[in-house]
Each structure stands twice: as C-alpha cells, then as structure tokens.
C-alpha cells in the first residue's frame, strides 16, 4: 500500500500570510505514461465534508481561489496558501489515486491563524 | 448538478451491522463515475472503505473487505454500504463521495452521517 504522509501537523500562520503543507508518498504517485501525478488535496473544516481543492497535483478545481497552489512530482508535493484569509482555517489532507482502485489519504494538517 | 445524501440508523450495536444509503441526485448513478464510501473517526483522518460501478463491480479497502459489501440500486439511484461485526472502532462519520472519473480524485461529497456504534 501507499503510505502518504504530511508535514507538519498543523501551523498556524498570519492573515496575509503563506502557509505550505508538505505530502509524501512511500512511492511515487507519477504514471509514466500520461505524466500526471496522481494526488489531490482536500480542504475540511469543522462539521463539513471534504472539498477537492487540488488534483493532478496542481490542477485547480473549478471555484477554487487561485490562493491555493498545488507543485511536486513524484513523492514529494507541496499545497500553498499564497495570502491565508480567515476562511481558510481547515484541515488539509493530500490523497493518492495511483494505486486506484485503492485509495489512500494523508493524516491531514491543521492550519490555523 | 448532482448531490450525495446519505442515510442510515444512526445507533448500530456492537457485533451488528452497519447498513447506509448514498442517495444521487441531479445526475444518473449509471454515469461513468464510480461510487465511493469514507469514513472518518471522531477527531481522525480520512479512511477510504471501498467503491461501486452502475455494473455491481466492487473494490473495497482491504483491511476491511472481510465485513464490507457494497450494492447498487439503479431503480433508486442510490448505492448502499453493510458492514458487518462492527465494534466500537467502526464510530464515524461516514461520507459517500464520486469519483470523476476512474482512478482520479472524489469531486462530489454527502454531508456525512455520524454513526455510533454502542449497546
């Protein structure tokens, strides 16, 4: 299985500010053939299910405000909150579908102001 | 646009089972999506329990495949999760999500439904 983990467990970060979040993956989640990196990050906060954020690694979901920046190839990915506003406090999770059809998501971090 | 209900006894007792239902809306079960089941404890990360074709073809997680079955109700548009001896370690939150298209990220989330598993 695909272990994925993340760095660190939570932050906190001023408004205005960038907050990096950290995923890595125990192998790579990079499908040689189509090059697309198989991750996306998710946005969770309190009393509400998951919001897709982030998938291919760096391909913004529709609505998502370009704030939110997905990098990395391989093993190692990044989701950056360029300028953190208050609605941003959340707990983030980073997930790989390479090994679909079983899926794997990270322990999630904590980002508050 | 489609949205994701699910529904379900929110008590279940210990060594009983589990039974939810993810109800679609706004779109066909028989797209090309495939159906997915997370859980998640109170205060916890993210577990992915299995997922469903329109077809009935099945994947489940395979720490859990032993007490997992997943259906289909085309005639519903809906599709269903039974776990089985359940313990205390099964109280979750329980989520159906879509998947946009095979092998790739959930785009479409339920709310979720809190169960509780407790004599």
Same mark, same amino acid.
């Given at each position: 299985d695909i272990v994925m983990t993340q760095s660190p467990d939570s932050l906190a970060v001023s408004l205005g500010e960038r907050a990096t979040i950290n995923c890595k993956s125990s192998q790579s989640v990079l499908y040689s053939s189509n090059n697309k990196n198989y991750l996306a990050w998710y946005q969770q906060k309190p009393g509400q299910p998951p919001k897709l954020?982030?998938?291919?690694?760096?391909t913004r979901e529709s609505g998502v405000p370009d704030r939110f920046s997905g990098s990395g190839s391989g093993t190692d990915f990044t989701l950056t909150i360029s300028s953190l506003q208050a609605e941003d406090v959340a707990v983030y999770y980073c997930q790989q579908y390479y090994s679909t059809p079983i899926f794997t998501f990270g322990p999630g971090t904590k980002v508050d102001i | 646009q489609v949205q994701l209900q699910e529904s379900g006894p929110g008590l279940v007792k210990p060594s009983g089972t589990l039974s939810l239902t993810c109800a679609v809306s706004g %779109? +066909?079960?028989? +797209?090309n999506n495939w159906w997915n089941w997370v859980r998640q404890p109170p205060g916890k990360g993210l577990e992915w329990i299995g997922e469903i074709y329109h077809s009935g073809r099945t994947y489940y997680n395979p720490s859990l495949k032993s007490r997992v079955t997943m259906s289909v109700d085309k005639s519903k548009n809906q599709f269903s999760l039974n776990l089985s +001896?359940?313990? /205390?370690?099964?109280?979750a939150v329980y989520y159906c999500a879509r998947?946009?298209? +095979? %092998? /790739? /990220?959930?785009d479409i989330w339920g709310q979720g439904t809190v169960v509780t598993v407790s004599s």
């Open positions: 954020l982030i998938y291919w690694a760096s | %779109g +066909s079960i028989s +797209s +001896s359940v313990t /205390a370690a099964d109280t998947e946009r298209d +095979s %092998g /790739a /990220a959930f």
